[in-house]
């Protein structure tokens, strides 16, 4: 079978399972990959002779949703034969979205259909024959030049982007002429990428004044495509543009075409009176890792709008691994602006700050907004803060559950006896989410003092539970680097992974996938440590990595475990894990597209006679 959208692979588990509990998107990261056999979509062209135009029409579209390019010959095969119309164009919009043009020349077939009576027929063609790899831009020219219908002759022009660099830019004059604005501003981008563009640097710079703004965005759009002298006078120009949509995409195109000396306009652009400039400008800067750029973006920590200090918290992290930004981020730590300190607090904790661990613990009592003082306890967490007991503790019962939260995560790092009681206490907080990071924190200090917390966390699986399921696989994972391992926690771990514990109105049934996996995980970490474990974990293994029936895959009941593609890989790296060898990770499993015609059944060939 052959793979439509890029293989997905099982996430490997040992890098997250090291520092927080598994989640579901772990687990599913994402849409199962689509496969398609070939001999179900040559059977589906079989069905083009038995239906009308309506029905073809349906066919074709149906197998360009495969995205298979073993599709491309059927579609191709059907082109070749359909007279309908409405036929025809379909045909022609399903190849030109097949993710890869088909593999033999169809170059002649599609020209021959620029001449056809139907506007949808041309426009279709043009645009599938610009993405052939032996497309002539000049044939689309031409067909941009004497086709009567607007729409066709847009999509020509557009259609030659691609192939442009065999144009010449004298080649576009008259369609840069254009009455109609549209077909205007897409010759001028194509003419951004005409093989001899540099030659035309007067022309190309002229047209950043024209009175048309899509003229003026086009050059914008397409100034990463021109040669490195003319693109530097175009962005130079389009960055003073009067509409703010020119700025923006210029601040987009800087970083792409890069270049010291596009350094001062996009330190200009981050300063733009409109806030999308600024924005698109801030991301920019992380191509331009330096002091200027560190500068500006610590500046726009305190910008009046929430999407550019958002915009210049992430650039400042990107740009963390070129140029160090603690330092500079750390400038504004006691700035008035409380904005900044937020983005402050955020950064030094994500680029890990270290040196400036103290200078935060001491900002902490100075801060009153809730989102502020959340930052600074996350910071906290995040820089391993270990010092100050009292001041934490101080914040675990506040009013604001974000805050609570913030210095719940604070306290995985405390190893301390008032510590541990705060927890035990704030592990039935009214906020799940100063629930969840009570039980990490538990994990993180590892404790036997937490056992009989964790422990009653799993077994809150009856008919109101007190706890989620989230948080049961967070003390799945707590309970794992619990040390040591109390029998209790590590008997009902073995059920939570191979028994139905939750109770619902048809019966018992199986915890969700990255619980089971989470316990299976726990066991196999105290397995490790401790051979006591191992028979617990051997066991789990064993029956999470079993390959289910056909009957089971069917008829499996409530009360029965059949492993999914998921729980079975999770297994699979769990006893890597558990015989500490290395885990390469595996393609996730497929998902079949039922075509329209398909095969009712599959037919075997009978088996050669033996003489």
Known sequence: METLIPAILFTLLLPIWRERPITPVDLVPGPYPLHVEPADIVFAGQGFAYADDEVRTLFAQNLGKTQNSAAAAVLLEQLGREKEVRAVASLLKQLANLPQPPGASVESTILGFFGHESEAVRLWAAYFYGQLPDARAAELIALAHKDPSLPVRRHAVLAATAPAVQLKFVELDALRKADDTVLRSLAWGVSCCTGDAEEYAEPIVAACSDPDIGVRYALADHADALPGAVAVPVIERLAGDPHVSVRARIADKAAAVHGDNLLGITLALAVDTDYDVRRAATAALAAFPGQPAAEMLVQRFGDAHAF?????????????????????????????????????????????GLAHTRAVAAQLPKEERPENLAAALRALARLGYKESVPLILGYSDHAAAIVREGAAMAMGNLDDAAVDEVLLKRVRDESQPVRYAVIVSMGRLGKTVFSPTLLAILMSTGQSPEFTSDQRAAACWAAGRTVPLDRALADRLLAQATTPVVWTPMGMVFEPDYILASANWALCEAARRDARWRPYAENVIARHSREPTKEEMYMGGPGVLVPSAELRDAARQAQGFLDGKEVEARERPTRSMRLLYRPSRRVEEPAAATP
């Open 308 to 352: 550019v200090r958002a915009e210049a918290e992430e650039s400042a992290v990107r740009m963390h691994a070129a140029f160090p930004m603690a330092d500079a981020a750390a400038t504004r730590l006691a700035d008035p602006d409380p904005n900044a300190r937020l983005c402050v607090f955020n950064v030094l904790g994500r680029v890990q």
